[in-house]
């Protein structure tokens, strides 16, 4: 590591390692989970220093907390002109292979359901490759514990040199129960443990949530389905469950667009706890990146 700025409950550092980049377009096309509509997504390599950005070819959107607009279901970004749904598992691929900076290309308002999991997100991107930058890259770091919550989600960040998770889930339904794991963060290890976990629900909620005019795109090769009695196709992990949420989890803390450091532990995560920490962390980087400024101009005048 080389250097770093200090703001409190984080600080940025430094990693002595390039930013990086997609080395060619990954193309993956499918149909919203929650539209129905068809969806095109096209991840196309950026410079050093852009961040991960998206566009419809009219407007452009930086990734940023600022910029979630709804996070029921899943999580979607907007600005005028814009909407993205279901960035999650998108984003999640992106953060744990450690891709920086990115072009999101959209046609339609929500990324493609594919099979419901991370997994072909890894792989299109993976296949694609991942290209170094002559920038370093730099982290967000946790130095002080901190927690958001929401009813009866908590998450919590704590120090560490690495991103891991720890993450409880309890569902009252005789198939789920009390579910637990701990996972550490890298990019083998996200690709093995994590990625292949896809987007679950209960069979008595579909109607309901068709009804709201979600789920319109689900359908048994992109979602999971619990019943009563099973699941509408075999498990690829006894505590599939669990782990997406720790896939959504990690998708939602990338909307900072910054690369963490930190131990997190979630109780009961979903979208809208994950963005609250996701919200602080970035707020807290941001001070930390304004007192470094402050110190180097009161350097430069003494």
């Known amino acids: 590591m080389t250097a770093s700025a200090s703001g409190g409950c ?3 550092v430094g990693l002595g390692v390039p930013q990086t980049t997609v080395a060619r377009p990954a193309v993956l096309e499918g149909v919203g989970l929650h539209s129905g509509r068809p969806a095109r997504v096209v991840i196309e390599p950026a410079a050093a220093g852009d961040g991960i950005r998206f566009t419809d070819g009219a407007v452009m959107m930086a990734l940023a907390p600022d910029g979630v607009v709804e996070t029921r279901r899943c999580t979607t970004l907007g600005c005028p ?4 749904a279901t960035v999650e598992h998108m984003l999640a691929a992106l953060h744990c292979l450690a891709v920086d900076n990115a072009l999101v290309r959209v046609d339609g308002n929500e990324m493609p359901a594919l099979d419901g999991s991370a997994r072909p997100w890894v792989q299109a991107i993976l296949e694609a490759g991942i290209a170094d930058l002559s920038d370093e890259a730099w982290a967000v770091a946790v130095q002080e514990p901190f927690a958001t919550m929401a009813g009866d989600s908590v998450i919590a960040a704590s120090p560490s ?3 891991s998770v720890t993450c409880v889930t309890h569902y009252d339904h005789p198939l789920l ?3 637990a794991g701990s996972f550490s963060c890298t990019p083998s290890a996200f690709e093995a443990e994590l990625a292949p976990a896809r987007t679950f629900g ?3 909620e579909v109607q309901e949530l068709r009804k709201s005019g979600l789920a319109l795109g689900g359908a048994l090769d992109n979602a999971l389905v619990i019943g009563q009695d099973g699941y509408s196709a075999p498990l690829r992990y006894p505590d599939e469950c669990m782990r997406h949420k720790v896939v959504d989890l990690l ?3 990338y909307v900072t667009g910054r690369r963490l450091q930190a131990a997190v532990f979630a109780v009961k995560p979903g979208h809208s706890t994950n963005t609250l920490l996701a ?3 970035w707020e807290a980087a941001e001070k930390a990146e304004r007192c470094a400024s402050c110190s180097a101009r009161s ?3 003494a």
């Not at 002109?81 to 993205?84: A, E, S, T, Y």
């Open 177 to 179: 129960g009390l579910q």
């Open 81 to 84: 002109g814009l909407r993205v």
């Open 202 to 204: 209960f069979e008595e």
């Open 161 to 163: 040199d690495r991103l």
């Open 10 to 12: 984080v600080e940025w």
């Open 251 to 253: 998708g939602d803390l």
């Open 299 to 301: 350097l430069a005048a």
């Open 279 to 281: 919200r602080r962390i």
